[in-house]
C-alpha cells in the first residue's frame, strides 16, 4: 500500500496524475515550497512535473525545461535552476535525476561548484539572451 502527502506523491511515477496535481496545487496556494516540491519530484524521476512548476516562474515554454532537464550536457539544467533561484539542494536533487536518466561528461561536484559558481543575474541574462535569439 502506498500513501500520499503533500510532498510525497502517491507513485513514483509519472502516470500517477492525480498525485503531481496534488502537489502543484499545494505549491501554488503556499503550501509546500517549490524547492521542497521540485527535489520530491526529482526523486521520483518527474520531469514534466519539474517542468510544470519552473516554467512559469521563468516565463518559459514547459518544453524548454524539458529540453534543459534532458539535454545531454548538464549546462542547460544549471543555467535554468540557477535563473530560476533554486537552492544548491535541489540542484543536486536534479542532477541526481539526470544520473538516473543519463550519463554526463561531469562529476556531480564539478556540476555542483559550476551552479555555485554561476550568479543568479548570470544565468538570468543567459536565458534572456537565449529567449530572444530569432526561432526560440
Known sequence: ??????V???SQSEND???WRLLLDHVAN???PIEDAIAEIAD?????????????????DIDAVVWALDAESDGPATVLCRAATLNINVF???LRMRRRRRCSDTSPPEALNVFRQLSVEAAQR????ARS????
Open 1 to 6: 500500500m502506498t500513501t500520499s502527502s503533500p
Open 8 to 10: 510525497n506523491p502517491m
Open 17 to 19: 496524475e492525480a498525485a
Open 30 to 32: 503556499g503550501c509546500v
Open 44 to 60: 521520483a524521476d518527474g520531469v514534466h512535473a519539474i517542468a510544470r512548476l519552473i516554467a512559469p516562474r521563468l516565463e518559459v
Open 92 to 94: 543536486s536533487a536534479v
Open 126 to 129: 543567459i536565458l534572456r539572451a
Open 133 to 136: 535569439r530569432p526561432g526560440r
